[in-house]
């Protein structure tokens, strides 16, 4: 499977600003919104991503078929999302797609959207499915987890508390199935859905269900989006430069200070042996912002 044309687009109106490594094998990335005038420059991203929400919401087979339609496609991708008014989640969805492919090269596996089950009623579990190939030929079969939330800390520890409901299968929802398992039979029982090839098939099903046979390894791992809100108007009146630095040195050193509670939280909740990407990006104004996007991504 391969990396979706657009979704690489995410590294362009993002700006990097740091890899901290939290463990040995987990990495918080740090990313912030290009700046703009002395501001987040939303358009410039919701211009470049509109594109990719076609890929995040729809199957590659759909995508395919409707390659030539564009307009019919994009209807049909918007349709998928629920009425941004009512949306509390997608957007962290939608970024932690563009993030795992994007930036990590993790190909996504299975369209969430796409197993929507009633009127803004979705399946379960994972906020995405990805997979990598490990420089050592081995593979991590990605469950993603994403927050929006206007604390960064309490995004991060919603996020763990979220992942450890769903490692052992426990589910708010009375009579709903989750858990790691659950997601892999969901995985299984749609790859038609998502693949054509049948060596494609035959190849993600050996990452879904590992087998001793198998030339690698397969160890499940997770990846994290927080969207946090980070106000920054007490430093707009700064020349465009030196603002372009202030807001990457205050972003970088509050984030910096979550790597005690990152370790904190894989220790409390029984993760340590998974591998945790996590990328983080900050909202100038979380609810405000989040809406002005998905309302222009969905229009």
Do not use: W
Request: proline share 2%; with cysteine; hydrophobic share 35%.
């Amino acid at each position: 499977m391969k990396i979706n044309n657009n979704s690489i687009k995410i590294k362009d109106v993002t700006t990097h600003l740091g890899t901290f490594n939290v463990s040995s094998s987990n990495k918080l990335e740090v990313f912030s919104f290009i700046i703009n005038a002395n501001n987040f420059d939303y358009q410039n991203a919701i211009e470049q991503l509109l594109e990719s929400v076609a890929e995040f919401a729809l199957s590659r087979k759909v995508n395919k078929e409707y390659k030539d339609k564009p307009l019919a496609l994009s209807k049909i991708a918007r349709e998928k999302f629920r009425k941004y008014t009512e949306n509390n989640g997608e957007l962290g969805e939608f970024f932690l797609y563009c993030f795992l492919e994007g930036h990590l090269g993790a190909p996504k596996i299975l369209s969430k959207l796409e197993l929507k089950t009633a009127k803004n009623m979705y399946v379960n579990g994972a906020d995405g499915l990805h997979y990598l190939k490990l420089s050592d030929g081995n593979y991590h079969l990605i469950f993603g987890e994403s927050k929006v939330e206007k604390k960064l800390t309490d995004g991060l520890r919603d996020a763990f508390k979220s992942i450890s409901d769903f490692k052992v299968g426990r589910n708010k929802k009375d009579g709903n199935k989750s858990g790691i398992m659950f997601e892999k039979g969901l995985l299984s029982s749609n790859i038609d859905r998502e693949i054509e090839d049948e060596n494609e098939k035959l190849f993600l099903k050996s990452i879904i269900y590992p087998s001793s046979k198998s030339n690698f390894d397969v160890d499940d791992a997770f990846g994290i989006f927080v969207g946090f809100e980070f106000n920054y108007s007490d430093l707009q009146h700064l020349p465009n430069r030196d603002f372009r630095e202030a807001i990457k040195e205050k972003i970088i050193d509050l984030t910096e200070k979550q790597i005690k509670n990152i370790n904190k939280y894989v220790e409390k909740h029984k993760l340590v042996g998974h591998t945790f990407y996590i990328y983080v990006l900050p909202f100038a104004n979380i609810e405000k912002d989040r809406k002005m996007i998905l309302k222009e991504l969905l229009s």
